[in-house]
T-cell receptor, first 117, second 112 residues
Framework: DAGVIQSPRHEVTEMGQEVTLRCKPI?????LFWYRQTMMRGLELLIY????????DSGMPEDRFSAKMPNASFSTLKIQPSEPRDSAVYFC???????????????FGPGTRLTVT | GDSVTQMEGPVTLSEEAFLTINCTYT??????LFWYVQYPGEGLQLLLK?????DKGSNKGFEATYRKETTSFHLEKGSVQVSDSAVYFC???????????FGQGTRLTINP
């Protein structure tokens, strides 16, 4: 299995630009999580999906952030407009739901390092 | 709410030293407990887990025992290697929940 795939691995953009981060979960996994990691705040859960449906987006910092999962094999996290304080590493993780019961382990992608200047 | 508190880092040890990274938790139910490891430039990987009290998780020479009476899940390794240098995260997941609650991470550096 290829694992969770994220793209791009690195993104440098200017303040005010739109940024789109992409994630392909492990095939067969039906839960998907987006995290943000910074030195100051550590690892924060932004949003998660079950079967392509957003379940909890209480961690999304503000309306500039949005996430979609149009199908079981693809999700995006969009920031519009971006700001320097959005600079962080963004991780996607996936997990299986077995018979509707929560998983035990999440599998993380390699992350996207975002720098907003 | 649920929370995880880890030993503050950074931690620097010499090769072959004994390692302990403390982790305590607060949870309302009966959580599963995890240690994840993040090597430089990579995502988090599950290192070990324990799903009920008194369970011991182990992997790659690392061990941690789920202690309900002290609400702890300390990570130990008898003899560390340079390749163990990484950031270690303790985490919990409440029974029936999907969210992982992470500690702040502990950066470990092993010198040859």
């Amino acid at each position: 299995d290829a694992g969770v795939i994220q793209s791009p691995r690195h993104e440098v953009t200017e303040m005010g630009q739109e940024v789109t981060l992409r994630c392909k979960p492990i095939s067969g996994h039906n839960s998907l999580f987006w995290y943000r990691q910074t030195m100051m705040r550590g690892l924060e859960l932004l949003i998660y999906f079950n079967n392509n449906v957003p379940i909890d987006d209480s961690g999304m910092p503000e309306d500039r952030f949005s996430a979609k999962m149009p199908n079981a094999s693809f999700s995006t996290l969009k920031i519009q407009p971006s700001e320097p304080r959005d600079s962080a590493v963004y991780f996607c993780a996936s997990a299986p739901l077995a018979g509707g019961l929560p998983y035990v382990e999440q599998y993380f992608g390699p992350g996207t390092r975002l720098t907003v200047t | 709410g649920d929370s995880v508190t880890q030993m503050e880092g950074p931690v620097t040890l010499s090769e072959e030293a004994f390692l302990t990274i403390n982790c305590t938790y607060t949870a309302t139910g009966y959580p599963s407990l995890f240690w994840y490891v993040q090597y430089p430039g990579e995502g988090l990987q599950l290192l070990l887990k324990a799903t009920k009290a008194d369970d011991k998780g182990s992997n790659k020479g690392f061990e941690a025992t789920y202690r309900k009476e002290t609400t702890s899940f300390h990570l130990e390794k008898g003899s560390v290697q340079v390749s163990d240098s990484a950031v270690y995260f303790c985490a919990l997941k409440d029974q029936g929940a999907q969210k992982l609650v992470f500690g702040q991470g502990t950066r470990l550096t092993i010198n040859p």
